[in-house]
């Protein structure tokens, strides 16, 4: 009670009663339990040496007495407060012994419920602080998940306010104030009180609601003045974040004296308390030096970013503008650390007589940026590399104009060589990264285990798309358990299985150099074409065989607007109606393709990498002259990359194609499925989709026949996957979104989750005759979350797939005619160009005079042969003829020789 009340040197007391006891009657179990939880009371005082010797004296105590339960206790305290001390190592160490002793006793979460609880809550901690925001999510819900099964009233509050910080960095923070207040409202402890409302004060600043956010200051500010100075040990740490949170409110109200005042207090509480190293004074510094840059006052923002600096490394100081830290000395937090270093490169980059910067700015962009690489590296979940990744690829484009200002000033080829690097490193880092895990697992993981492991995500699976459907509220709260669990036990069992695949494979990352793809991707055909799009400009890269060139083209709101303009245009079904987009069409290829001309003589092929909005548009619409049909498509032909990596992923060897190669399905072929008690009524009969798969040819599943699970059984043993039927995409949550098969039941739709646990590693084109499967959420830097990219992110290497709602009879036609030029040995590509072609030559382009019903299929990845050509099968049989041939008439000479020798 005197320890809860705030008593603690009370409290304290009592503990060594006890513990005196504890020796005179020699209860060792009892002694080092007395011990551990006594640590709580120096932990609270700062004292965190004296807080970690008397959990490292429990244990020693614990060899002559052994009690699991309380030595589980020790461990999980000791990870805390080493996180504390950024002793990562021996962190690491005992949250795996904690994790190892769990896994053996489970019983343990009954015997010591608050210290399996702290437990989960100290993995969560440790997830925040390394920026891993979705497994911190998902330890903190298991943390609060046991608080609340064992009724543990003392942790609701402190797990609840975790959780909000979570939301809010995973941007939802309407869901993070509701769980601050929830915590707020559990909690009578001033000093927790505190912390509560200095978060909710930080939320609302977030959503720009300074009302809001002064009341919960305020309120911070008057339990910090009536109990801060009875017990000012336990709240100096608040108060440093008080300080901080008010200069972020002065500097939102335009208070800017306010507001250094506020942050200086900061950073001098902050360099008492813990000295001059410490990611918290790296944080106040940070913000400091971002108030003085708005303000215009660069030197000052300069000097404090570098304060920022030096506040997490541990090696010699940065004084001067060209040092950089030297990262193998030592890093308190490397998130920080890369924060501080963006900040200062976006300073230099803004001087009026910038020249002197140039060169320092983009070199520390270069560091943050291989800073980023080796934090992403080390996240577990692909979806915490996705968020992260947008954040890379942001330091990126800022990195971009300084590194083109240096091209320009000095004409020194590596600028632009180190530029493009960069760029490669943050394009579709999550999938790249997926598809080389895949691969590492192939070679390292036994099957069993990767069997075990594709159960682990189905069962996952499973239960997410249980949530999606109407339960009542304690159905929902009850799956939303079991899936906190599925998490969990898919992330341990992931991390064991990524143990086998040695470290120097598991962090080696090569990005695609200009060299390597003029080398192995291009021929002198090919050109490649890599957009970056930033605030005022677009960046593109044009590679060749023959040449290297990087073009700068203004691109601020008046070009968005034409691209707007244009993809509004293509979009929506005109019907009957004549095209007008055409104008838009001509303006697009003068800002996007005219200043890339002079360096494409002789290319007849292009691979464009596009970035953000550009995703949308497919580029053989662009139109090079008034006449209304000189279209890009005509003089080339057009694949598109997620990144250069990804361009050329599995160069296939020319086959045959029998039957068994290919898997063609049109669930909704007939109307008669209309009927059907199941099916969605927006799904209607797609007629023309019987005679598209006909034309492609292989095992052939139309109407009743194409059920969701005869794609299953047979998609791992097709080569070419041609699926005519609907989608539907979700821009918003894209679990959501489906590919439908024939509704024999409930469960015909195949969702994205399901989509994404299955393996095309042996298919080399699927095509996707459906209604936007190339469409899907916008990610910085990884690009469209499409249908098509689950399909890229199993292994596929090509995938034609939709950007709009396709139109039954013209993507019937489409496909017909691309199987026509596959089979006479043409790559994808090209393929795909002339089916388009083709269409211009027939009788359906009048009717169907609108780029809608044309250009909505695109071919994303590699662009191989897929058929051999009946003239290379002929030349290979002569070739063989020869061979043969020559080595006879050899081996007659040969003995002719040696008779009349």
Known sequence: MAFQDGKHAEAMMYFKKAIALCIRDNNLPRYADLLIESSSIPYGQGNLSEAIRQCEKALQLLQKSPVDSIRFKAYSNLSFYHSLVFQTEQMQTYLEKAEQMLERQPHLASQTPGFVAAYYNQRGVYYNAAGDFIQATTNLEKALAVAKKYQLSGYLSTFTNNLSTQYENLGNTQKAIMLAKQALSLERTPYQQIVYTLNLGRYYLSINKPKEAFQYLTQSQQIDDTYGRLNPDYFTESRITLYQNWGSYYAATQQGTKALRSYDKAITLAQTYWGTKHPFLSVAYRVKAQLLENQGDLNGALVNYRHAINAVCLGTPVTELHDLPVIEEGVLSERELMYALVGQASVMGKFSNRDPFLEPAFET????????????????????????????????????????????????????????????????????????????????????????????????TSTKLQLQQPNSRKEQDSLKLVLVEQELK????????????????????????????????????????????TEQDLFVFVITQFCVKWVRIPFGQAQKATLAALQRSL????????????????????????????????????????????NYLPFEILESTASGRDFLLRSYSIRYAYGASLTQVNASTPWTGGPNGILAMAPFSETSSNKNSFRDTSLLALPASREEIRSVGGLQYANRQATKQEFLDHYASSQIIHLATHARTDDQEAER????????????????????????????????????????????????????????????????TTLWNAQDQTAAFLSERM???????????QALQLAKLDFFSSDMAALYDHPYYWANLVLIGDASVLYESKWATINRISAGFFLLSSIFLGLFLARYWQQHQ
């Open 819 to 829: 199987y026509v030029h596959l089979r006479k040995g043409l790559p994808i590509d």
């Open 490 to 533: 898919l992330d341990k069992f992931r991390q064991q299985l990524l143990q086998r695949i040695p470290s120097r494979h598991r962090q080696s990352v090569e990005s695609m150099s200009v060299d390597t793809v003029r080398e192995k991707l291009l021929d002198p055909q090919t050109a490649l074409l890599s957009y970056v799009m």
């Open 365 to 460: 962009y270069k560091l943050a940026l291989h800073l980023a690489e080796r934090i992403r590296l080390n996240y577990d979940v692909s979806d915490a590399k996705l968020l992260f990744g947008q954040q890379i690829s942001l330091v990126n484009e800022q990195a971009l104009p300084i590194a083109y200002a240096l091209y320009q000033k000095t004409h020194q080829y590596h600028y632009l060589k180190t530029a493009f690097t960069l760029t490669e490193s943050t394009r579709a880092s999550t999938l790249s990264d997926a598809r080389r895990e895949q691969t590492l697992k192939k070679t390292w993981v036994p099957k069993e285990l990767l069997s075990k492991e594709e159960q682990l995500k189905k069962e996952l």
């Open 737 to 800: 979104s489906f590919i439908a098969f024939y509704p024999d039941s409930a469960n015909y739709k195949l969702y994205t989750d399901e989509l994404y646990n299955l393996s095309f590693n042996h298919t080399q084109l699927v095509v996707l005759s459906a209604c936007e499967t190339g469409r899907g959420r916008l990610h910085r830097g990884e690009g469209l979350m499409s249908l098509a990219r689950g399909f890229l992110y199993g292994g596929c290497p090509s995938v034609v």
């Open 571 to 614: 979009y929506d079904n005109p019907g009957l109606s004549p095209y007008k987009g055409h104008a838009a069409a001509q303006q697009g290829y003068q800002q996007l393709f005219r200043p890339l001309k002079p360096y494409l003589q002789d290319i007849q092929r292009l691979i464009i990498i596009r970035d953000k909005e550009l």
